[in-house]
């Protein structure tokens, strides 16, 4: 599989030019924080002195995983494809949060354990991608929503035991990135929000970060869903046998198919071409940055599209963050996924290019500079 | 001065009724963290299970400072009535957020050195409030905007400087209080955001937190709009003498009549009102704090229906949140104060109240619980 290199988005002129207009804006150098970080950097990955984002797409990629089997999660696989019809119903978090913001959401099935067949006749289907069922979300919510949208990008009916072997082959994982580029490229828009759903992928994710990172296993496995101490420390076990049995792996790509899942190789595709095609990428939890840490051990200027929205409450995604030198916006110990903290910090991204694009300079308003 | 008693929001039944619609909603338990104790707090705010946060009141109180002719601030007091013009040209980062989010924008001269005249009829005045004047704003925004408003409420130009003795007289004090309760009181919706502006008014807040949580003044001061190490170091002697000269002073109204300003003042008695009538209110940061603490000394239930926005890169705010006991909602280095801090953390009580009322329960969505 060849990824393209991603072109480095480093542009001096253009940096300055954008710290100049945030310093000239009225208010005290610096006054907004991270806020103006954050406006400096999506007017690089837009390019442009205002940068202005455009229909954001809430992508929610879903697989099952083989490693469940073994207990490593507190729910039972069935939760992962009962959860897509909640999202596709209006129900979930990510669900009504897509609704307040007015964005589309489209879950991607991956690699779910469930035949969600594909109602009516398949119009919306797009050659190698497959076809697309539309829900209308029922009325619950005060805004006007776009229907969310199932995308059909199965690979499997869930991912092979990881501790027996591999949990993809490398050609599913090269089909599920394959799925993952194409799925971004049809859609419109300049930014994408990752969220995900599977029973198991905290085991997938804390895999990725212990060996990709060289970090102990036991740093780096939490609760998920909700297990207590006894069974993290049962999951804890599992992971370091599974661990030790792909030891050898050295490649980023095959550490992923060794580990899983489906619906984080078909993210990495999807941030890969968003990547590429200079789109913002809002990160959520613990497994979409497990996902981004594959795509960094890549190449790391994929961090330059990237903005963390979040520090999860999941153990481990401290240590990930630290790893990738990211500084999340929110710390409000959210531990959902579905892209749930990806939406709750939309609106800075907002924010920040708002302020870029119309706060007033001192000169433009006629307001004093320092004494 | 009396102010009535507030009533006690402590509902164990709706309290009891609210965690278990958190708890049967569609996700893990407690996953999604401090949204969780957000949500439940609006729903007993707002007396309901299922809250909807109605016309957001944007409010940001102005005045000017006697103290900072003493050299207390980085910039000059002309900025003070120089950024109400620019509020209410929607230039400012107050005005670009209050678009963002659709939402009611109230700039309140409660002191500020400058004469705004009255454009138009006084078809908008409403007694000894005095009248208000619209500002049409421009459309640099890709929003629909409501226009900006100024509130006359003026008590003089400009408190008397603190150093030489009270900033306010009791009268004074006393009339700021009942402008911000009937202003709040005209006001529709159930949700008021607090922003201030007035050179000087760190000052005011560091003093009025040494004074009533007992602490060192240095521990208070901070850089304000952007003094040097050697500046901050000049401003804090002046506090300590000030700080000094009222020391006698006991009850929080004399302390806040001691140290300014008119806009905290007013904004008091708009907290008052607001807590009163059981509206939402968003605490923006160290000088909205300050007045909160005030109000906290007179009577601690008032925390009740207050949200902390945001932990402020002034220093003296986390002091001041941690006497209050107050978690806030983001910690981005923000230090602009005019409720800008209040404005970004808007969209995520709407989160609350939308999770609240609109997520599935596991039982409706068909989805398995814990195994």
Known sequence: MVLPALADLQQPALAQALQAKLDHKTKPL??????????LQLGLVLGTEAPQLEQPQLLVFAGDHGLAARGVSAYPSDVTWQMVENFLAGGACVSVLARQHGMALTVVDCGV????????PPQDADGPLGGQRGHEVPSVGAHSTPRA????????????????????????????????????????????????????NTSAASLLLAHLAQLDIADCTGAGTGLDAAAVQRKTTILRDVL?????????????????????ATMLGAVWQAADERRVVLVDGFITSAVVLVAHAIDARVLQRCVFAHRSGERGHALMLHHLGAQPLLDLGLRLGEGSGAALAWPLLQSACAVLRDMASFASAGVSGKV
């Open 244 to 264: 030790q049995r792909h030891a050898d792996v050295t490649d980023p790509l095959a550490a992923l198919a060794a580990f899983g899942g489906f619906e984080m």
């Open 30 to 39: 610096g006054s907004l924080g991270r806020l103006e970080a954050l406006a």
């Open 113 to 120: 354990a469930h035949d969600f067949g594909t109602a009516g």
């Open 149 to 200: 949208q199932l995308h059909h990008a199965k690979i499997a009916p869930g991912t092979a035991d990881s501790l027996s072997g591999p949990a993809m082959t490398t050609a599913q994982c090269a089909q599920a990135i394959a799925n993952g580029r194409a799925l971004v490229k049809s859609l419109p828009g300049n930014a994408v929000l990752l969220g995900e759903m599977g029973i198991g």
